[in-house]
Nanobody
Framework: QVQLVESGGGLVQPGGSLTLSCAASGIIFKVNVMGWYRQAPGKQRELVARITSGGTTYYADSVKGRFSISRDNAKNAVTLQMNTLRPEDTAVYYC??????????????WGKGTLVTVSS
């Protein structure tokens, strides 16, 4: 019933930009945090950026100054603006959210992933 739906992946040249969007659908009591992880080929999954419902952000060192995360609490959505993309940014990007579907239960949700390929 509660799902994360991602969009915006694709192919982009080095130095280019891409925007990823994610929205939680279903009945949601409260969203605590939403963010993006990524998993490059042969690598472990890593946290890229996240934002709380209050607007507090976190960025991995590798993307600071290049990526920007924002939220739309009314829509239970999050957007990742990716600029100055590098080949090493190539990965499957996964939306993640920690939220409450009932007043006392926190739940972690994951999107199915969207592929970002940075290549010339």
């Amino acid at each position: 019933q509660v799902q994360l739906v991602e969009s915006g992946g694709g192919l982009v040249q080095p130095g280019g930009s891409l925007t990823l969007s994610c929205a939680a659908s279903g009945i949601i009591f409260k969203v605590n945090v939403m963010g993006w992880y990524r998993q490059a080929p042969g690598k472990q999954r890593e946290l890229v950026a996240r934002i709380t419902s209050g607007g507090t952000t976190y960025y991995a060192d590798s993307v600071k100054g290049r990526f920007s995360i924002s939220r739309d609490n009314a829509k239970n959505a999050v957007t990742l603006q990716m600029n100055t993309l590098r080949p090493e940014d190539t990965a499957v990007y996964y939306c993640h959210s920690n939220l409450r579907t009932v007043p006392t239960l926190d739940t972690d949700l994951w999107g199915k992933g969207t592929l970002v390929t940075v290549s010339s």
